[in-house]
């Protein structure tokens, strides 16, 4: 018998590299930090990663971190919330029924390409320049990736499986409920992942404009100042922000989809 082949698709099996997405971190920090002291990077074009790290206790010690952070996070879960439910319901439905198909379709092909930032003046002029508006530009932004990555994880779904659990007598909600949705969740998941990046940039978009407190008016104010410790110290919160977020998803994608493979 002839020796056994090994196995060579390795390079496409997940594997997990604890720790090196942090050391390319400490690296870049500690270049910027010793190009920043040493005059190869000027002082006007990036701040020492000390000084907005100083910029960052101050921030603690005063309150004004969650006077900022508090108020955004606030727009965000309601905005967010609000965009993703109703594109993950608009999308199921989509995916399930051709008439919803054929007519919303080319609807949300029309919206999808809009800058959603651009709608802002619009949102503020229909629900005013409080909260309202902030809420509903969230919630369209991530609306329409949510509900084309939800239809499409549909699509997706074998159609092997929905034959097989026809043969074996399921009503059309058991099918649904136990083959589409569950085969569809990988794809919702990682447009939801998405909406809620394009969450982010539409959050501080709206807290530019008649926003008091949050981490979109604290850039501003910064920006304004050209007081780029504290211009990056806001960066800084919504680059953290966003990797939390990632993180939470990655969380809730291990916990539903556990029967996968």
Excluded: C
Excluded at 86 to 112: K, M, N, Q, T, W
């Amino acid at each position: 018998m002839s020796d056994r082949v090994p196995f060579r698709g390795g390079g496409f099996a997940p594997m997990q590299v604890r720790g090196l997405g942090l050391a390319v971190f400490v690296v870049l920090i500690a270049f910027v930090e010793w190009g920043t002291r040493s005059g190869f990077i000027s002082a006007l074009t990036l701040p020492r990663p000390s000084d907005v790290l100083g910029t960052f206790v101050e921030l603690w010690e005063s309150g004004l971190l969650f006077k900022h952070l508090v108020p955004s996070l606030s727009r965000l879960f309601i905005g967010a919330s609000m965009g993703a439910i109703v594109g993950i319901s608009v999308g199921v439905i989509i995916g399930l029924f051709a008439y919803a198909r054929a007519g919303l379709v080319p609807l949300v092909a029309a919206i999808f390409p809009i800058p959603k930032i651009a709608l802002l003046p619009l949102f503020v002029i229909w629900f005013g320049i409080d909260e309202g508006s902030k809420y509903a530009l969230i919630a369209f932004g991530t609306f329409t990736p949510t509900v084309v990555a939800t239809y499409a994880a549909v699509d997706n779904v074998d159609r092997t499986l929905i034959r097989m659990g026809q043969s074996f007598g399921l009503t059309w909600w058991s099918i649904v409920r136990k083959i589409v949705l569950p085969g569809a969740m990988p794809g919702i998941l990682s447009g939801l992942r998405i909406s809620l990046t394009i969450g982010i940039i539409l959050l501080v978009a709206a807290e530019m404009l008649g926003a008091e407190y949050g981490v979109g008016a604290y850039i501003l104010e910064a920006g304004s100042l050209y007081d780029l410790e504290r211009l990056f110290a806001g960066v800084v919160i919504l680059s953290v922000l966003g990797v939390v977020l990632s993180w939470v998803i990655g969380l809730l994608e291990r916990r539903v989809l556990r029967w996968r493979v």
